[in-house]
């Protein structure tokens, strides 16, 4: 057994943006963890491989799943089987639950192979033009705005003393609040990237000052987005 973590594109139909690799594992996989069932389906058959998706068994892989869950998975799928883990977008482990497959694959030796694809997250801090030998990525903020004020200026004080570039993200029903938070309480001469469906034909990534921001117009609702920000 061997265990492939296989990205998705991060924008409908950009299968460009995935590896050789991802084709030929696919074509040779038939037991798959996978974030949502229906998504995985469509990435398989979009990858116009020939795949019979029917005969695919796919087990239910998301941020509610127990370790023991995935323990019983891999119990049932047999021990000369490779299995794929496919997230709902990127890369699989990043900021997604593909993690805990991982966790298991290690412990009970079973060899892991991650392949090449797009990273959202490491797409947005090399298009940033901040620090990327100092970052961290901290995925949500906090949702009520006393904590998510306090967490940004935390970060942006964090940057500041240490040089560290701060990635982070929002449910994108939330992003124009989030930006908007940003903007309402960093320094002017801070710096704020933000990517918007990176990858994709209406791509939006723009590095400002945050005394620039305040006079940018961008509307990001419900559009996947990854913010990325600097202060000195």
Known sequence: ??????????????????????????????????????????????????????????????????????????KSIPSDANVGIISEAGCPGIADPGAKAVEYAHKNGIEVQPLIGPSSILLALMASGFNGQNFAFYGYLPVKKPEKVKEIKRLENDSMKFNRTQVFMETPYRNNALLDDLVANCHPDTKLCVACNITAEDQYIKTLRIAEWKKEKVDLHKKPTIFVLHAK
């Open 1 to 74: 057994m061997k265990v492939y973590l296989i990205p998705c594109p991060l924008a409908e139909n950009a299968y460009d943006t995935l590896s050789f690799a991802v084709h030929e594992v696919v074509k040779n996989t038939t037991h798959y963890l996978v974030e949502d069932e229906r998504s995985a389906r469509r990435f398989i058959s979009g990858l116009g491989l020939g795949v019979n998706v029917r005969e695919l068994n796919f087990y239910l892989l998301d941020k509610k799943t127990k370790y023991e869950q995935v323990q019983s998975y891999f």
